[in-house]
């Protein structure tokens, strides 16, 4: 199955938020064959090939469930793309699940924000708190992401 991660938040003053395309995604995830959730997030990096047991295929993240002992992957299907429109969900990153899903994100560290009518970029922001602002001294303006929030939609 294929779901997609897509993530708002309110933008002030920012034309892009991109993540870094070596970002960690942060995920908790749930056994597709037994339901069992994982009790804390696994991360996932954008280009990580892990081999899948007994298979010649590669994916992003494989695991086991510790329940049913049922092994599952995820791979994400290509690069991150940025949120551009705050006040509306953006697709941000597509993956392929294999037996497990990811029921929520963690958003962390990894993040750009470019600036609206300027050139200056704000790097490897976090946004683990849900917020993160600053101020540009081109444009004399605050600069902020608030109340960020994600969701995963079938592709």
Same mark, same amino acid.
């Given at each position: 199955?294929? @779901?997609?991660?897509?993530?708002? !938040? =309110?933008? =002030?003053? +920012? /034309?892009?938020?991109?993540?870094?395309?070596?970002?960690?995604?942060?995920?908790?995830?749930?056994?597709?064959?037994?339901?069992?959730?994982?009790?804390? /997030?696994?991360?996932?990096?954008?280009?990580?090939?892990?081999?899948?047991?007994?298979?010649?295929?590669? !994916?992003? %993240?494989?695991?086991?469930?510790?329940?049913?002992?049922?092994?599952?992957?995820?791979?994400?299907? %290509? /690069?991150?793309?940025? +949120?551009?429109?705050?006040?509306?969900?953006?697709?941000? @990153?597509?993956?392929?699940?294999?037996?497990? =899903?990811?029921?929520?994100?963690?958003?962390?560290?990894?993040?750009?924000?470019?600036?609206?009518?300027?050139?200056?970029?704000?790097?490897?922001?976090?946004?683990?708190?849900?917020?993160?602002?600053?101020?540009?001294?081109?444009?004399?303006?605050?600069?902020?992401?608030?109340?960020?929030?994600?969701?995963?939609?079938?592709?």
């Amino acid at each position: 199955m294929r @779901l997609i991660l897509q993530v708002r !938040a =309110e933008l =002030e003053n +920012v /034309a892009s938020l991109t993540p870094h395309p070596d970002t960690r995604w942060y995920m908790r995830t749930k056994c597709g064959n037994c339901s069992e959730e994982s009790p804390t /997030a696994v991360y996932m990096c954008f280009g990580d090939e892990l081999p899948l047991h007994g298979s010649r295929g590669t !994916a992003t %993240h494989v695991a086991k469930c510790k329940f049913c002992e049922r092994e599952s992957s995820i791979d994400i299907v %290509h /690069a991150p793309t940025p +949120v551009t429109v705050g006040a509306q969900f953006c697709p941000v @990153l597509e993956m392929e699940c294999r037996g497990m =899903e990811p029921f929520t994100w963690e958003p962390r560290s990894g993040w750009d924000v470019l600036v609206e009518e300027s050139p200056t970029v704000f790097t490897d922001i976090d946004l683990s708190d849900g917020d993160w602002s600053g101020y540009c001294d081109q444009t004399q303006k605050v600069v902020g992401v608030y109340q960020v929030e994600s969701r995963f939609v079938r592709a």
